[in-house]
């Protein structure tokens, strides 16, 4: 589910990287996941954070660097979504995804990142 209150949140902190022109998380108590394109496609970040699922070791169904984006965008227990995009000063597109409640917490990836039903 979306909210609308949730994304008058984001649209502070998507216009803060457009100003800031860099990726810079904002440390709230929601999971996040940032990214910038330089191509006119905002949907390539949500395409390259649920790309990251290649190296997600659903043996070990623990946290990992290389695919927090990944993991926090199918959290199952996440109910709220907001998801922004700004164009910088830059040229560059920045979008913002914050999810409530945050994902990615110690000892809940089992039931929280399910293997896809189309490719085991």
């Given at each position: ?8 949140v ?38 390259q ?6 190296e ?26 907001g998801?922004?995009q700004?164009?910088g ?9 914050r ?14 990142v ?7």
């Amino acid at each position: 589910m979306i909210s609308a209150d949730y994304m008058d949140v984001q649209t502070w902190h998507w216009k803060k990287l457009g100003v800031i022109d860099k990726l810079e998380y904002s440390n709230g108590n929601y999971g996040e996941n940032i990214c910038f394109r330089v191509d006119d496609d905002p949907v390539k970040c949500v395409e390259q954070w649920y790309n990251e699922s290649r190296e997600y070791d659903y043996s070990k169904a623990e946290y990992s660097d290389g695919t927090r984006h990944f993991t926090q965008l199918i959290w199952k227990s996440s109910k709220l979504m907001g998801v922004a995009q700004h164009r910088g000063t830059s040229g560059k597109i920045f979008v913002v995804a914050r999810y409530m409640p945050a994902g990615n917490s110690a000892g809940q990836f089992v039931k929280n990142v399910p293997r896809s039903k189309f490719n085991g």
